[in-house]
């Protein structure tokens, strides 16, 4: 038996890993999420982490089947769910690399609650949401960053609700890494989630990833005329209300990168349970703890 | 049957439940069997609230028939309650509160006053010892000895010398205050010195079990009455080593408990009817992914939100239908403390061994009364077994099929962090090893014959499961005129209800279905078959057992004991009901 013990955050001597699935991804030709998965196997090869001692989960809807693209360990679970069984995979064995995956109706709709709990506990995951502004796998209804006005299945009058800011909901929730990307720069995108998983803490990276078949709006062109990067711009991602007012920014001018790091205790560093190390290896059962029953006499 | 029982009633907030419970403690230590029901409301200051200490030298299951002593804090406790007073009964108050009518003292019964709060007046200015002293007198009357209170109020106060020598003063004076102006009651009983019984709640039985069976990882969010699972659990969290997660929600906890049982831990979550509606999703992704999950329900009085701090046993509907499309899973109704430590360190085996969710099934009066058992009766001994079965392949294999098909329907699993063994677990359909068959492959007739097969596969555990598993046994003689037929908490009633039916020579025995799914359904029906008569008892309804063992076994149980008033079901009306079906009175 071969387990995973706490691996090393940095990288060892050079291993020549394969990420890639034996799975090839079902998604329509062109899917933003191409770009997505092609930058998680670049990451996680420039980390040198060893595919079995990582956990993509995922939730439901294109994007969320990612996990199945991958040869790492994998759980593809329920429609916003994906968050919840994350934390338990991290605590029940927290040396392994969690990273969860999904989309903008898995996270920021149906899964809000989840996400933004999961980042004020400062828990070690990463979360990537690639975040198309539609729902692609029921067939194009507006989602919670759907813009003002636009006409989708659901809403043929144009949107009538303000979206979601997903970058400024992270920062107010206490995600300790956020980070946005675009599925049409793998090499800043790569970089983000690389710098995502090394970080001690929660990461978010939300994704420009554009979907090709039901949005119309938010094309590849769309982002190409409007992102700009946040450090050839001089951000200082050390400074949270900087942060909070690049995340404000929309329009003819829209910010990827890093918007802000910090280093805070992680939820797996305060848990007492796991001071003797990963609860999976520890010793399970009474045997031997009868005084335990003489509280009861 | 020889036992005692003192009912104590009085405001949320008036420490009622506090003296109920040492009353309990004073008889157990002393080697008695004890229930103690907590009768409360959902306030926390005010409204009207009792706790009954029943004790007996013989073993007793439930809150039993009346009481003997009834410590009334206030005018209410005495309309409730002097009613329930059986012969000889006497009803302790304190007359500067108010005083007790003479038309409410019930014939045989005796009110007896004692100055509590001037008593207590002379240790604190404050009303807050007026209780010891109400103990104190209590205790005389009960037939305690004052040294057996006084080792109680030790422990309880422990940690705080000065209050304690004031609790024991102030006991002191009730107890001598009674002394002086009373008999004890003619129900007292010598403390007879037995080996002390171990009291605790169904919860505390439940938490034990968890921990005993090898839980390392409990999420959950707070809902009576399976709250106290997860303060026990917390309260013992790193004694044991054991992520105790309040959750955002209930769809949060279940879905962490599956991550961490997934990654290799013994994980369980707990909840009510309420909570568990929203676990339904999740509970079939458990059953789909072939993840090992137990699942606390805890009922209590439905629909929706219903009676908070009430029972019912109405839940069992949906524990077997909960979550789309058909999956294996196991429920377990365990009738008393001692039964439900066993089922807990049970779910988990089977969990385990059938990779499925298992249900255990208990509610508000199983899981928040207080119970006595023999300490033998919790054996601490599990060795829960290694989680890593599945050998390493040998290197540059790739073969290792998670959701490999076989005769038992149970395959090889693999924790995460295992070389050479990564696979993906899916809540969409998938093939043997994991991959989906929901997208590109749905419908092509290849994949049409994998959906069969993993269908199939999935649902062989169910046979499994029956044939390791006891069918339920007939308690009480092989001979009766009729048979009881029940499940979980109602055993309790029912048992001490035999008890008094066989003293007036009515043998009755009774089916105690402790595994309602999958169900024993030929056992059954043969013990059905042979039965003169049938009575079904259940706290719900629509007879929900019922209905699923005429569905299994064909077999239609016409007499039917429904209770669902919210109050705990008590002997008589079990034995009112034996009777009339056995035509000694009219119906
Ligand atoms: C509980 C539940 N409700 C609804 C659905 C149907 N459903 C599947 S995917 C999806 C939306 C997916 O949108 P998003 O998360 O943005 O993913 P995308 O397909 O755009 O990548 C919905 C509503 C479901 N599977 N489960
Ligand atoms: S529908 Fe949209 S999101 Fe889904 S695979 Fe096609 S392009 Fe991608
Ligand atoms: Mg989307």
């Known amino acids: 038996m071969s387990l995973a013990s706490a691996p090393p955050k940095t990288a060892g001597p050079a291993l020549k890993v394969v990420y890639k699935s034996s799975t090839k991804p079902t998604w329509c030709p062109g899917c933003g999420d191409y770009g997505v998965v092609a930058s998680v196997e670049r990451a996680l090869s420039s980390l040198q982490v060893p595919p079995h001692e990582v956990v993509v989960v995922g939730g439901i809807g294109c994007s969320s089947n990612l996990p199945h693209f991958l040869s790492s360990y994998g759980f593809h679970g329920l429609h916003g769910r994906a968050m919840p069984v994350a934390e338990g995979v991290k605590l029940a064995n927290h040396g392994l690399h969690v990273i969860v995956t999904g989309g903008d109706g898995d996270g920021w709709g149906i899964g809000l609650g989840h996400a933004l709990h999961a980042m004020r506990r400062n828990l070690d995951l990463t979360y990537i949401v690639m975040d198309n502004e539609i729902y692609g796998l029921t067939t194009g209804q507006a989602s919670p960053t759907s813009t003002m006005g636009q006409k989708t299945k659901s809403t043929p009058q144009g949107v009538i609700e303000e979206p979601v800011n997903p970058i400024s909901l992270s920062l107010a929730a206490g995600a300790t890494y956020v980070a946005r990307g675009f599925s049409g720069d793998p090499k800043q995108l790569s970089d983000l989630i690389a710098g995502g998983i090394k970080h001690r803490g929660f990461a978010l990276i939300d994704v420009f990833s554009p979907c090709v078949t039901y949005n119309p709006l938010n094309t590849f062109d769309f982002f190409r005329q409007r992102l700009y990067k946040l450090d050839s711009a001089g951000h200082d991602p050390s400074d949270l209300v900087k942060a909070h007012a690049k995340a404000l920014e929309w329009g003819d001018r829209i910010p990827t990168g890093l918007f802000y790091r910090v280093e805070r205790p992680t939820y797996e560093e305060l848990e007492p349970a796991l001071k003797p190390g990963p609860l999976v290896h520890q010793k399970a059962g009474l045997q031997g703890k009868d005084k335990v029953l003489d509280e009861f006499v | 049957m020889k036992d005692i029982s003192l009912r104590v009633g009085g405001a949320a907030g008036d420490g009622i439940a506090s003296v109920g419970e040492s009353f309990c403690r004073i008889f157990s230590r002393n080697g008695f069997y004890v229930f103690g029901h907590n009768g409360y409301q959902s306030v ?169 069976a090898g839980l390392k990882f409990l999420a959950q969010y707070p809902m009576t009455p399976a709250t106290s699972v997860m303060h026990w659990l917390a309260a013992h969290a790193t004694q044991f080593d054991i992520v105790v997660k309040q959750a955002e929600d209930e769809l949060a906890a279940i879905n962490m408990a599956i991550g961490a049982s997934y990654a290799g831990v013994r994980a369980m979550t707990a909840t009510s009817g309420g909570g568990f509606s929203l676990m339904v999703e999740g509970l079939g992704l458990a059953g789909m992914t072939e993840t090992p999950l137990v699942v606390v329900e805890a009922q209590r009085s439905g629909p929706s939100t219903g009676l908070p701090t009430k029972t019912e046993q109405g839940d069992l509907n949906m524990m077997l239908g909960a979550s789309q499309g058909d999956f294996p899973r196991v429920i377990l109704a365990p009738g008393g403390a001692a039964e439900a430590f066993r089922s807990t360190v049970r779910a988990f085996e089977l969990a385990e061994e059938f990779q499925t969710p298992v249900l255990l099934a208990s509610d508000l009066y199983l899981s928040e009364d207080l119970h006595a058992v023999d300490r033998e009766e919790l054996p601490l001994d599990h060795v829960p077994a290694s989680l890593f079965a599945v050998p390493d392949p040998p290197s540059g294999s790739n073969g290792y099929k998670r959701y490999l098909l076989t005769p038992s329907g149970v395959s090889p699993r693999a924790i995460p962090g295992q070389k050479g063994l990564n696979f993906i677990a899916s809540s969409d359909e998938h093939d043997e090893a994991g991959h989906l068959i929901s997208d590109i492959y749905a419908g092509i007739p290849m994949f049409v014959e994998v959906r069969r097969k993993m269908m199939e596969k999935r649902m062989r555990k169910l046979g499994g499961i029956l044939r390791t598993t006891e069918p339920p046994k007939l308690e009480g003689p092989a001979n009766a005129e009729v048979t009881l037929v029940g499940w979980g908490s109602t055993a309790l009633p029912v048992r001490d209800a035999m008890a008094i039916l066989s003293s007036r020579g009515v043998a009755v025995n009774y089916l105690h279905v402790r595994q309602p799914f999958p169900l024993h359904a030929e056992a059954i029906a043969q013990v059905l078959r042979l039965a003169k008569r049938t009575l079904l008892v259940e706290q719900n309804y629509t007879g929900q057992l019922g209905r699923l063992i005429r569905a299994e076994t064909g077999i239609d149980l016409p007499h039917k004991l429904l209770h669902y008033d919210g109050e705990p079901l008590y002997p008589w009306q079990v034995v009112g009901k034996v009777l009339e079906v056995t035509g000694r009175v009219a119906s």
């Not at chain 2, 409410?104 to 007046?121: D, I």
């Not at chain 2, 009960?142 to 209050?163: M, S, Y």
């Not at chain 2, 019984?197 to 034990?208: E, M, R």
Request: glycine share 10%.
């Open chain 2, 44 to 212: 926390i200051r005010g409204g009207h609230v009792w706790f009954q200490a029943r004790a007996s030298p013989e073993r007793i299951w439930s809150q039993g028939d009346g009481c003997d002593l009834l410590y009334a804090l206030d005018r209410q406790t005495v309309d409730v309650h002097a009613p329930a007073l059986r012969q000889g009964g006497i009803i302790v108050f304190d007359p500067e509160k108010f005083q007790v009518p003479p038309e409410k003292v019930p014939a045989g019964v005796r009110a007896f006053p004692v100055p509590t709060l001037e008593l207590a007046r002379k240790f604190s200015p404050q009303s807050i010892l007026q209780n010891a002293v109400g103990m104190g007198a209590c205790a005389f009357l009960a037939g305690v000895p004052f040294a057996t209170l006084e080792n109680v109020l030790g422990d309880q106060f422990r940690k705080k010398k000065d209050v304690l020598e004031q609790n024991l003063g102030a006991a002191k004076l009730g107890y001598e205050h009674a002394q002086a102006h009373g008999a004890a009651s003619d129900k007292a009983m010598p403390m007879k010195g037995g080996a002390p019984k171990l009291l605790l709640t169904g919860n505390q039985a439940i938490a034990l079990g968890a921990a005993s």
